[in-house]
């Protein structure tokens, strides 16, 4: 079957015509608005980060336990904040929770990173607020970048959860190999 393509031309004959105003200023105005949807920035996405999370699983902050007890001096407040600290440490969540298996594959026409992780929650309590950071590299293991994601979902206590294809963000087109880690957490 072939289709004869001198109707459909014939009929666009005004398109091509050097005198014709009226193509001219089309093809002004698509060049104008093609180069100036080039030019605008485009801003993160919800998925990346540009800058590193600034929290820290086991920052606590230690009040002043003189309130709570007038029977205490500041002085015996300020000895006694060390030791709830450390307690407090110790049960941080991201101790109790693994990243059991991870894969990786492309989607988006390539250019987006679906992550499939499975989350083992070892903790005698549930954790939310997961952040992830995943760093890509090439096939001879050369970095490429990382990027990270905040999974607002929680794991139950002594369980665990699949996240399957979490978009984590836009990766390069060379990237081969990708490896994620566990960053912070919070208990619920």
Known sequence: MTIDVKPILGKMNWLFDRNNLAAKALLAVVVTVGFF????????SDAQNSAPSSRSP???????????NPAMTP?????????????????????????????WRRGGLGSKALVTLTLRNGNDYAVK??????????RDGSHLTDRTRLIHDSV???????????HVG???????????????ASRI
């Open 37 to 44: 949807a080039w030019l605008m920035p485009s801003g993160p």
């Open 58 to 68: 086991a920052v606590v902050s230690t009040p002043d336990a003189s309130w709570l």
């Open 75 to 103: 002085t015996e407040a300020s000895l006694a904040a060390p030791a709830q600290a450390t307690a407090l440490a110790e049960t941080a969540p991201l101790d109790g929770l693994k990243i059991s298996s991870q894969s």
């Open 129 to 138: 607020d997961i952040e992830i950071s995943c760093a890509f590299a090439r």
């Open 156 to 166: 139950n206590m002594k369980s665990r959860k699949t996240f399957a294809r979490m």
């Open 170 to 184: 836009f990766v390069n087109i060379n990237a081969d190999k990708a490896k994620c880690a566990l960053v912070a």
